[in-house]
């Protein structure tokens, strides 16, 4: 069965750094596009980013352009968040989600949160 | 960006009753449109994609309507379990934007 398992959330300052980590298993992990999506406490859903299979293409949100990093490890089946110069609002649920080809996500972790606060 | 415009944000009703959301683009998005579940505390789940696929093992009192700048979500026949905030996600073009949920509540 499909498991995507997320990591690395925590306390951060403002201007501080996390690194997120989503471990996959139960299908075959270089197949398939990788997402991240986030939740902020009591609001609604943000697409974060995007990754191709081959790590050929990503794509993000205007609010994290520039401060963020997608990758990913096919050899260890891992997705990553490299999240920098962290602010306020960043704060959140994280959610990676396997992505179709269509761009929907059709399975999604069980999110990490990411606090940001001095 | 691409807005979404889900219609109502609250929505309160009883066990049996026959619900539709409307999820509305800010311009056309063919059918490149997919609907979410999500339940407290838990991470969304996929419903429809491609506007009217009902994703596998998905009850089939969901379905999914519409294509261009309009869409629905219609549940038949509510059940208890489907008490839940719904999300629609365009997937046109990046940033893949989201609506900004219905929550549906027991009457």
């Known amino acids: 069965q499909v498991q995507l398992v997320e990591s690395g959330g925590g306390l951060v300052k403002p201007g501080g750094s996390l690194r997120l980590s989503c471990a996959a298993s139960?299908?075959?992990?270089?197949?398939?596009?990788m997402s991240w999506i986030r939740q902020a406490p009591g609001k609604g859903l943000e697409w974060v980013s995007y990754?191709?299979?081959?790590?050929?293409?990503?794509n993000y949100a205007d609010s994290v352009k520039g401060r963020f990093t997608i990758s990913r490890d096919n050899a260890k089946n891992s997705l990553y968040l490299q999240m920098n110069s962290l602010r306020a609002e960043d704060t959140a649920v994280y959610y990676c989600a396997r992505t179709a080809v269509a761009g929907y996500d059709d399975y999604w972790g069980q999110g990490t949160l990411v606090t940001v606060s001095s | 960006d691409i807005q979404l415009t889900q219609s109502p944000s609250f929505l309160s009703a009883s066990v049996g009753d026959r619900v539709t959301i409307t999820c509305r683009a800010s311009q056309g998005i063919s059918s490149y449109l997919a609907w979410y579940q999500q339940k407290p505390g838990k991470a969304p789940k996929l419903l429809i994609y491609?506007?009217?696929t009902l994703q596998s093992g998905v009850p089939s009192r969901f379905s999914g309507s519409g294509s261009g700048t309009e869409f629905t979500l219609t549940i038949s026949s509510l059940q208890p379990e489907d008490f839940a905030t719904y999300y629609c996600?365009?997937?046109?073009?990046?940033?893949?934007?989201f609506g900004q949920g219905t929550r549906l509540e027991i009457k």
């Open positions: 996600q365009q997937l046109n073009s990046y940033p893949f934007t």
């Open positions: 139960g299908f075959t992990f270089s197949d398939y596009y």
């Open positions: 990754i191709s299979s081959s790590s050929s293409y990503t």
């Open positions: 491609a506007a009217s």
